[in-house]
Structures are given as structure tokens and as C-alpha cells.
């Protein structure tokens, strides 16, 4: 039977501070939220690998983002307590528990309801019952709750999230995977006025989210 506890320890020595992830407070929460609990039920022993692991089992294709590269992402966010945090395509509500951990007024959106309700069961089992999880189309954000101090994008966009990043806050930062292949980089946005600033952190890759896909161009 699986250690969890020793499982998080590994994850948090092996694969994140390798990771140059050293953030004390994102360490420490990632150490603590039992991201067994955010997986299809039956695969708890796959929750540490270092893998996108697929936590949908409908139509919907929704993935739990590797520890590296969502603790690298979710670092660059800098989040602060009591900052207000919109993760996107949250799937069973990994991130959302670690945001919510690290203080943030967590916002959950699903598009699939039938996975959000797994997110809000989940949540709750890890403690972390006091994030809201809403569901409604991905890439239109959930305008309701807005502004947001920091966005995550679990999964990757082929064009820049216009309409997530006109949700963000003054100085406000969203974090997503952008491209495909080897032109994927996680890739950070940050708001000034009506500016944003954009700037590739790392190479990444990670699913793409059907609402983010460019459609094809036409050819003559």
C-alpha cells in the first residue's frame, strides 16, 4: 500500500526543488494538500507521478497537470493571502486546493458539471471545502467574481486568453501553457492599465483545451 504522505515528500523533494520550485509557502502546501484525492477513483497509486494524469472519465478530457509544471506556474503567480484566484478547466480541484492553502479566495471553473461536482466532493475531503467551484464555458471566465489577482490555465491555449485576461485585476497575473509541441512555454501575463505584458518562463507542454484551440484557416 502507497505512503501518501511519503509520496508528497518525494514529490516535493524529487520533482519540484529539482524544479527550481523553493517557494517556502507553495512548497509547504503542495507537502500537504493530498493530491491522491484529486484522481479518478481506483488510480491513487498514479497521483505522484511526474505525468499529466487524466482525472475525467467522460467526454470531457481534463487533466491534472505534472507537479513541475504546475508548481513552476503557479509559483510565477506570486500569490499573496487573501488575493482572489480563478483556476480554470480545474478538473477535480488539485490546484484549486493548493491556491486555497496558500490563503487565495479561490474561484473554480468547470464546464463539465458532472466534474465539477467530483471537484466540490473532493475539495471538501481535502479540506478544502471553502473554494467555490461554478461551472460555465471555459474561455469565457466567470466574470461574476471578478477582478482577479492571478488565473491558471490547467492545460494548454494555442492564442492569447483575451477574454480571461480582461478579468484580471491592476497588476493582476495569468499563468498558462502556450503553443504546442516544442513552441509550448509556459507563459506569464501581467496587466498594467489596458496593457499586458507577456513573458515565456519555460518550456512546457501540457493538453490543449478544446476552447482555446485556433481554428484553421482558410487556404486559396
Not at 101 to 116: I, P, Y
Not at 198 to 216: G, I, M, N, S, Y
Request: net charge negative; aromatic share 6%; glycine share 8%.
Amino acid at each position: 500500500m502507497v505512503d501518501f504522505s511519503q509520496a508528497r515528500r518525494m514529490m516535493v523533494d524529487s520533482q519540484l526543488r529539482t524544479f527550481d520550485v523553493n517557494d517556502i509557502p507553495l512548497l509547504d502546501a503542495m507537502d500537504s494538500v493530498p493530491r491522491e484525492k484529486f484522481v479518478l477513483p481506483g488510480r491513487e497509486e498514479l497521483a505522484y507521478i511526474d505525468q499529466d494524469i487524466l482525472v475525467s472519465d467522460s467526454t470531457t478530457s481534463r487533466y491534472m497537470l505534472s507537479p513541475m509544471n504546475l508548481g513552476r506556474m503557479i509559483q510565477a503567480l506570486g500569490v499573496e493571502a487573501g488575493e482572489r484566484a480563478l483556476d480554470v478547466a480545474c478538473g477535480r480541484g488539485y490546484a484549486a486546493a493548493v491556491f486555497d492553502k496558500l490563503g487565495a479566495q479561490v474561484t473554480a471553473l468547470e464546464s463539465d458539471e458532472a466534474l465539477a461536482h467530483a471537484a466540490r466532493k473532493s475539495l471538501v475531503a481535502a479540506g478544502a471545502g471553502g473554494v467555490e467551484v461554478v461551472t460555465g464555458p471555459l474561455d469565457h471566465g466567470y466574470a461574476k467574481n471578478a477582478p482577479y489577482d492571478v488565473i491558471l490555465i490547467n492545460g494548454a491555449v494555442d492564442l492569447r486568453p483575451e477574454a480571461l485576461l480582461q478579468q484580471l485585476a491592476e497588476g493582476g497575473r495569468l499563468v498558462c501553457v502556450k503553443g504546442r509541441g516544442r513552441a509550448a512555454r509556459a507563459t506569464l501575463y501581467v496587466r498594467s492599465s489596458d496593457a499586458f505584458g507577456e513573458r515565456a518562463l519555460f518550456d512546457a507542454a501540457a493538453p490543449v483545451l478544446a476552447p482555446f484551440v485556433q481554428e484553421p484557416g482558410f487556404t486559396f
